[in-house]
């Protein structure tokens, strides 16, 4: 929806420009009249004071072209061309945003994915456990208690597997309202095959990857374009102190009922033809028209003063939005050197959880740990690999947003 606003303004700003185009152009307009005189009247053409019942009719054709205006149309032509390419990148960053939103989304199901195998994969184990401890129970060989305890094990396993996948039901249903899907319910999704090399070390630094940023990031691209067009609309609004110059040309001609000539042969009046009418009234207007300001009432002023107010705050603008995108790269950059050590210290701890468990389920089973001893192993383990996935995922996502901000696609 962002992406069909921003193209909205496109579109608005191609109507201004060719509004702007248009006005280059001469203009040409006619009119007609008709009308009815009743009573005493001047005869608009023989000047004569009757009282007569006439119609009269006009026609005029007439248009004006602008020779000179200080180059003010000029400016505004430019003013709006650079202001569609400025619009034009706006549509780019609405694009953009809307590319990151989605690949966080994507990871996010992603990550929920692998999560809800891991709690399917413990709640079978415990569910295994329960049927053995249930055996063992009846025939005496453990305490009830530890059946109980299996039991409640299994219980927050099975809720666990309930919330994330709640989870993922939610993951899904924001990445189809971001795709804007129709049916949510039949959504799905490719899950690709991810390799992290840990061994790859960032060579980029902040300052190397804002410099990249600066250079193909639309919104900056859009500010500068939006600098420019204002520059021109400053221009535009000081034209209006130069004298402006245009040409002019009227032709017009009119008809009356009452247009009578009066014939020497006959001694009698008679009507003078439509035809004849049109060609005898017709006259032409034409000429140069200047126009010198002198005094406008500070609107000139006032118009330069605005228009330079308005490049101030877009430069002002375009300093903040380079500024936030350097506190971004920053703490994307930060975030992603911690979410990386973070990663592998999770895989060394998972393995050691894995040992642990191991360890805790053959003592189990050989009846030299009790079932608090056995779950207590397994839950560590179970959390250290959900800190696994959130750390493999939170490094992929900074490690691709700081990709985005380098110039290279979003892909896995």
């Not at 299996?150 to 795709?179: C, G, M, P, R, V």
């Not at 130069?242 to 009227?250: E, F, I, R």
């Not at 009452?258 to 014939?263: I, R, S, W």
């Amino acid at each position: 929806m962002q992406v069909k606003i921003q193209q909205l303004n496109v579109d608005n700003n191609n109507a201004n420009l060719t509004q702007a185009y248009g006005s280059v152009l001469p203009n040409l307009s006619a009119t007609t009249g008709l009308g009815f005189l009743n009573g005493h009247s001047v005869n608009p053409y023989t000047y004569q004071y009757t009282k007569s019942n006439q119609t009269t009719a006009t026609f005029t054709v007439g248009g004006t072209v602008g020779l000179f205006n200080g180059l003010q149309k000029y400016y505004t032509i430019e003013q709006n061309r650079l202001s569609i390419q400025a619009a034009l990148q706006d549509v780019e960053k609405a694009k953009n945003d809307i590319s990151i939103n989605v690949a966080t989304s994507y990871l996010q199901i992603l990550y929920y994915n692998e999560l809800v195998k891991v709690d399917q994969y413990q709640a079978d184990l415990t569910r295994t456990q329960v049927a053995r401890v249930q055996i063992l129970v009846s025939a005496g060989s453990v305490p009830e208690g530890d059946l109980y305890d299996i039991k409640s094990q299994l219980s927050q396993d099975e809720l666990q597997l309930i919330d994330d996948q709640n989870n993922l039901s939610i993951a899904k249903l924001t990445l189809s309202q971001l795709l804007e899907l129709k049916d949510a319910n039949n959504f799905y999704i490719v899950e690709p095959g991810i390799n992290i090399p840990l061994d790859t070390i960032m060579l980029e630094t902040v300052n190397s990857i804002y410099n990249e940023a600066l250079t193909f990031l639309p919104e900056f691209k859009s500010f500068d374009l939006k600098i420019h067009s204002s520059e021109y609309s400053v221009k535009a609004a000081k034209s209006s102190y130069y004298p402006s110059l245009s040409g002019y040309y009227n032709y017009s001609t009119g008809y009356s009922s009452e247009d009578y000539l009066y014939n020497m042969t006959t001694y009698t009046e008679q009507l003078i033809p439509f035809r004849n009418q049109l060609s005898d009234n017709a006259y032409l207007n034409y000429g140069f028209s200047l126009v010198i300001p002198i005094f406008s009432n500070y609107k000139i002023k006032t118009a330069v003063t605005l228009a330079r107010i308005s490049t101030s705050q877009t430069e002002i603008n375009m300093e903040l939005a380079k500024k936030d995108v350097y506190k971004s790269i920053q703490q994307d950059y930060a975030n992603a050197i911690n979410a990386k050590k973070k990663f592998i210290a999770s895989i060394d701890a998972v393995t050691n959880y894995k040992e642990a468990f191991r360890y805790a389920q053959q003592k189990y089973e050989n009846g030299a740990f009790n079932a608090l001893e056995y779950n207590t192993a397994k839950t560590k383990l179970a959390k250290g690999e959900a800190d696994l996935l959130q750390a493999k995922y939170d490094y992929l996502f900074r490690r691709k947003i700081l990709d985005f901000y380098s110039g290279k696609p979003l892909s896995l």
